[in-house]
């Protein structure tokens, strides 16, 4: 009887991040200052980024150097393990090998941190003291939270309501890494009080979230402003993940054939595959890969939004970016998958979505929650198994 194994060997932590700016197949339409119609000046950008992001975050070199202070952090978890899931396999009779690379060993649990890390670390070094933020289901803040904990900043967290009080344990993760958390809308900003008082039930939403995170950073000294998926600069510090993989797979003398992942503004999904992708421009690539990203039916950002430059939070305090979009003011369901429920998606997954390059797929929760039950108990099967076999 076979089980799940965990691929620990021969990955290394990588010296750099690749970023696929370089590489897209056509220029990134660039952000617009909705004021002036015209491209953003980086300048812009310093009221709430420290500038080392903001030149990630328009920068046209491919690979980007890896601090060793980030990469000693990274050390805590990194490398992450790569498992086939070999019950699923036989469950589905499918002659397809199945590999997952499991993200949740980080201390908060999610690959959340590898972005969050290097955020923390690079306002640390210009002078922040204090660092706001959203969280949708709350992996996104902890994760802050627990980077900010790490280099001595604060962090305020904009927690989206309807999560707030479904997942009151996350909350306390934050607390524990000394964070602030209050739930949005909360009466902590202009712009949320003026929510309270049209409606005091407001569920909230992502894109409200960042709008309050974005106000308290902008009113307040050595502050600034931190987010957790979208932009350019936080999916490039994702690809330590498709890094790895793509040496582990290899190790395994076998390469992908189709890249799948979940998609709230596209960020764990990109660290992934973008790494493959850079294969598959550079000729490199062992096979054919088709790149699926998968949206939750509630928030179908790219299956049923339209391309076009529209805000990243409801109050338009963003520049415009070009992206698949629901609309600003889109109030997504309450649904459990917290971190799914935003109305656009990174404009460089939007730019591959559109030229074909990357599929888009999108399922309700109640069918994800079936596959997910089905998946976690053929697994605590392996796990079992494996104990027994000890
Ligand atoms: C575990 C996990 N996966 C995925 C997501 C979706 O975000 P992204 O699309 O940026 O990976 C989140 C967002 O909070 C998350 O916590």
Redesign the pocket.
């Known amino acids: 009887m076979v089980s799940a194994i965990r691929v620990i060997v021969e990955a290394t932590i990588p010296d750099y991040w690749y970023n696929i700016l370089p590489d897209l197949p056509k220029p990134l339409p660039p952000p617009i200052n909705p004021a002036t119609k015209e491209p953003i000046n980086p300048k812009d950008l310093e009221i709430i980024f420290p500038k080392e992001l903001i030149k990630q975050e328009m920068s046209n070199e491919r690979w980007i150097p890896i601090p060793k202070e980030i990469k000693e952090a990274y050390r805590l978890w990194r490398p992450t393990p790569l498992y086939r899931a070999y019950n699923l396999e036989s469950y589905l009779k499918t002659p397809a090998k199945i590999y997952y690379k499991y993200e949740g060993v980080s201390p908060p649990g999610?690959?959340?941190s590898n972005t969050a890390i290097a955020q923390a670390y690079y306002n640390y070094k210009e002078g922040i003291e204090n660092l706001t933020t959203e969280t949708?289901?709350g992996?996104?803040g902890s994760a802050l939270a627990f980077a900010c904990h790490m280099f001595g900043l604060k962090a305020r967290i904009y927690m989206v309501r309807s999560s707030y009080d479904q997942k009151p344990y996350r909350r306390i993760l934050m607390q524990l890494w000394n964070a602030d958390v209050y739930a949005s809308p909360s009466n902590n900003t202009k712009y949320g009080k003026s929510l309270l008082e049209k409606d005091p039930t407001n569920p909230g939403s992502l894109g409200i979230a960042i709008s309050e995170a974005i106000e308290d950073a902008i009113t307040h000294e050595k502050t600034k402003y931190s987010l957790?998926?979208v932009l350019n600069h936080v999916l490039l510090h994702q690809t330590v993940i498709g890094q790895e993989a793509k040496q582990q797979i290899e190790y395994l003398d076998d390469y992908p054939d189709m890249i799948v992942g979940?998609?709230?503004?596209?960020?764990?999904?990109s660290g992934l595959f973008w790494p493959f992708y850079y294969d598959v421009v550079s000729k490199k690539a062992k096979k054919n890969i088709e790149f699926i990203a998968v949206e939750p039916t509630a928030a179908p950002s790219i299956t049923k939004g339209v391309y076009i430059y529209d805000h990243g939070d409801t109050a338009r305090l963003t520049p415009l970016i070009k992206m698949y979009t629901l609309g600003h003011d889109f109030i997504p369901p309450p649904i459990h998958a917290?971190?799914?429920r935003y109305h656009g998606k990174a404009p460089t997954l939007c730019l591959l979505a559109n030229e074909g390059i990357v599929k888009t797929r999108a399922y309700n929760q109640l069918e994800v929650f079936n596959a997910a039950s089905l998946f976690l108990s053929l697994k605590e099967y392996c796990q079992l198994l494996n104990q027994h076999m000890q």
């Open positions: 999610s690959h959340k949708g289901a992996q996104w957790g998926s979940c998609i709230g503004g596209g960020s764990s999904f917290g971190g799914l």
